[in-house]
T-cell receptor
């Protein structure tokens, strides 16, 4: 099946700094990429949807100036958490879709962010 | 709008037995897809099985089968011959056909005991 990678898998940063998470589709072209956030023992919450070459569409309640998403190529999307605070600590998962049938999403392994 | 309901926060099953994880959905779309994902403690989301709303037969993938009852809006996952490695969180999800956006349920934690 299709492979999606995420980097880094774990990151610890200080409050007030920014951190970038990369999501790559390794063996297919991802016209659409998704970013999710997951709190412990909770379901995945969609943060935003990004299409290659266009601005991301953010879900209600997600601050677009805080969570910057860039989908510059068909194989790479990045999520930058700006001016991170401890409440931003979470598990962030990306997924990618080729945009064609069966419209399946392939998930990355996730990034655990801890803000101290 | 779409919604997934998973009413079982946790399920226990003995090794080699079958288990059914419940999923009901609500959607105004005529055409849609239903997915099941497994999330082990490592965090990775693993795709298990897909059912299209117009598929006449229930989907099967190895030990996984989807009991699709369209009139009841249910899409239960059946795992046969449970294995210890099946212990994980299981999420049911729905997407409108032609789009990739997934709406997830809250998940069911499955524990398989020896």
């Amino acid at each position: 099946g299709a492979v999606v990678s995420q980097h880094p898998s774990r990151v610890i940063c200080k409050s007030g700094t920014s951190v970038k998470i990369e999501c790559r589709s390794l063996d297919f072209q991802a016209t659409t990429m998704f970013w999710y956030r997951q709190f412990p023992k909770k379901s995945l919450m969609l943060m935003a949807t990004s299409n290659e070459g266009s601005k991301a569409t953010y879900e209600q309640g997600v601050e677009k100036d805080k969570f910057l998403i860039n989908h510059a190529s068909l194989t790479l999307s990045t999520l930058t958490v700006t001016s991170a605070h401890p409440e931003d600590s979470s598990f962030y998962i990306c997924s990618a879709s080729s945009g064609g049938p069966p419209y399946e999403q392939y998930f990355g392994p996730g990034t655990r962010l801890t803000v101290t | 709008a779409q919604k997934i309901t998973q009413t079982q926060p946790g399920m226990f099953v003995q090794e080699k037995e079958a288990v059914t994880l419940d999923c009901t959905y609500d959607t105004s779309d005529q055409s849609y897809g239903l997915f099941w994902y497994k999330q082990p403690s490592s965090g990775e989301m693993i795709f298990l099985i897909y059912q299209g709303s117009y598929d006449e037969q229930n989907a099967t993938e190895g030990r996984y089968s989807l009991n699709f009852q369209k009139a009841r809006k249910s899409a239960n996952l059946v795992i046969s011959a449970s294995q210890l490695g099946d212990s994980a969180m299981y999420f049911c999800a729905i997407s409108p056909s032609g789009y990739s956006t997934l709406t997830f349920g809250k998940g069911t934690m499955l524990l398989v005991s020896p």
